[in-house]
């Protein structure tokens, strides 16, 4: 049994792995497919089946919304097979999703009056199931809660599933706890409401067996017999609801004979028990489950013997060990079939399992790679974008920057045209101030020859007539000669220009006539000045060109 816990824990792992989406819609559609499958197989030999389809089916509740009574009713169904399966532990599992679900989603469950006492149904027969579950896997504490918990949920409708749940009670403290008084209480409580409410239902037979039992126990062995012969007579017509197969229920009907012979035979009342095996054997036929069978012989072989019929007692004696025998193997078989079953079922869910794991990672490296070539492309097109910003923004910085140079070159083009104005003005005003000195001295000159007569008068009109002339042809000569001079000079003017934009157009004629090494007295003829006007310009020039006291004008000029 343990191996079988342990592969079926293995498929309820793998259960869930490989889930395919589906609509809520189409979920539901699908699952109802799958119900319908495993109930087909539920009885059948081919347990693999039910199994596996239940499974896929409880795989697709996740992406059903809503459907709360058609969930539970499946869970409730499930957790029962799986308990007459032996599956005590997935059991417990299943019916704690059910009650956890019950309890979560009962008030937004919107039922029509019939699903509503069919889904408390289901939820008290869960409650029993679970708490039986617990007694077999010796969790007594956890059962006993259940038990209360079930006493408590039926209780407010006093129906036949309260008096089961005072009833499993019962017998919680009568087999586990070894409380025979409590369970007597509990028993009673029981016996008084199925009787009043109940006396035609399966369970009211199941409370008076307990109570018989219990008596039997404690030597109250009339008052078991009553009893046991009060139950042989029910389920002989009493419906068996619990079950779809059988009409009542047989195995109680042997069950009830069995005990009543047995506690006649304690009474020595042999007749009673005679008929009452009469009354058994005709309900034997080869159609007849083993246990039936074997309830039958036990209570024949108590009356042979009895009877002093030894020598029939011990060939039934040898009936009773092949039927014990037949019955063990078929317990045998029965959990063979059902681990090679499980066995087909997780080998099935590891291959699916596998599968899908294999198209799961196939898709993810196809995820994986359609992320890298976005990624991919993200990064080309914000590499591109970035050197197209920066490009845009390096060519903006260019045409700013030549722009800037554009600016700065005219600005100083435009201060060299305003130096040179300036220098030209100055030029004009000198030129303007040495003509004015000119014409002021020719008005004096012309002054003297009006008030002079004769040939003084004649000699000073040919004084003036020869300085005018020698005025204009010098005036010609010197003009003709400064523009050989700037044609000759233009590099040197530049120079001086760029490096002295102080200097005046005056000035830097003076510095390339000093860089000809034309002495002073020429200079000064050439200027139309005196020494003394010469040595002042050579003074401005120095102070310009910023030359201290040791450095001579001349040999500095004609060095540049």
Not at 248 to 255: Q, V
Not at 367 to 387: D, N
Not at 465 to 485: G, M, P, Q, R, W
Not at 528 to 550: D, G, M, Q, W
Request: charged fraction near 25%; hydrophobic fraction near 35%; aromatic fraction near 14%.
């Amino acid at each position: 049994m343990k191996r079988l816990v342990a592969y079926t824990c293995l498929f309820f792992t793998l259960a869930g792995m490989a889930q395919a989406k589906y609509t809520s819609e189409q979920a539901f559609k699908l699952q109802q497919q799958l119900i319908d499958t495993a109930d087909y197989y539920k009885y059948s030999p081919q347990l693999n089946k039910f199994i596996t389809y239940s499974f896929r089916a409880i795989e697709l509740m996740p992406q059903i919304e809503g459907k709360h009574y058609h969930k539970l009713r499946f869970y409730a169904r499930f957790t029962y097979r799986l308990h007459q399966l032996g599956l005590i532990k997935e059991s417990i599992r299943q019916s704690n999703i059910f009650i956890d679900y019950y309890e979560r989603y009962q008030s937004e469950i919107q039922l029509t009056p019939d699903d509503e006492i069919s889904l408390f149904q289901y939820a008290a027969f869960n409650y029993s199931i679970l708490a039986q579950n617990y007694t077999f896997i010796d969790q007594q504490e956890s059962a006993a809660f259940i038990y209360k918990k079930a006493i408590a949920f039926t209780s407010n409708r006093q129906s036949r599933y309260y008096v089961s749940a005072l009833n499993n009670y019962g017998l919680y403290f009568y087999y586990e706890k070894k409380e025979l008084d409590s369970a007597l209480h509990y028993f009673e409580d029981a016996r008084a409401i199925a009787e009043e409410n109940f006396s035609d239902v399966h369970i009211y037979g199941s409370v008076i067996d307990n109570i018989a039992d219990l008596y039997l126990e404690t030597g109250r062995i009339e008052e078991a017999n009553s009893l046991y012969r009060q139950n042989f007579d029910f389920y002989k017509v009493v419906p068996y609801e619990e079950n779809e197969f059988y009409p009542i229920d047989y195995g109680r009907i042997m069950s009830s004979g069995r005990q009543y012979i047995n506690t006649s035979l304690q009474l020595n009342n042999i007749e009673a028990a005679t008929q009452t095996l009469t009354e058994m054997q005709s309900y034997i036929d080869e159609q007849s489950e083993a246990q039936w069978r074997l309830d039958y012989l036990i209570a024949k072989v108590e009356v042979e013997q009895a009877g002093g019929e030894y020598q029939q007692a011990n060939q039934t004696l040898q009936e009773i060990s092949l039927m014990k025998d037949s019955i063990a193997q078929q317990e045998y078989n029965s959990i063979t079939e059902l681990q090679n079953t499980l066995n087909e079922i997780v080998l099935d869910r590891i291959q699916e399992s596998l599968a899908y794991e294999k198209e799961e990672q196939q898709e993810e490296i196809r995820k994986q790679r359609l992320r890298f070539w976005i990624v991919v492309l993200i990064l080309t097109l914000s590499i591109f974008i970035l050197f197209y910003l920066y490009q845009q923004r390096k060519q903006s910085l260019l045409i700013a920057d030549e722009k800037a140079k554009n600016t700065a070159l005219r600005n100083k083009q435009l201060n060299y045209e305003v130096e040179a104005k300036k220098r030209d003005l100055t030029d004009f005003a000198i030129n303007l101030s040495q003509s004015h000195e000119w014409a002021k001295d020719l008005y004096e000159q012309i002054q003297s020859i009006k008030e002079t007569r004769g040939r003084a008068r004649k000699k000073q009109f040919e004084e003036l007539e020869a300085e005018i002339k020698n005025k204009v042809v010098f005036d010609k000569e010197t003009e003709t000669f400064y523009n050989k001079l700037d044609s000759l000079s233009a590099a040197f003017y530049k120079k001086l220009q760029e490096t002295y934009p102080k200097l005046s157009k005056n000035d830097i004629r003076l510095c390339s006539l000093i860089r000809l090494k034309i002495d002073s007295q020429e200079i000064a003829t050439l200027q139309n000045i005196t020494i003394a006007s010469l040595n002042t310009a050579r003074y401005r020039i120095r102070k310009k060109l910023k030359l201290s006291e040791n450095t001579d004008l001349d040999t500095f000029i004609q060095s540049l």
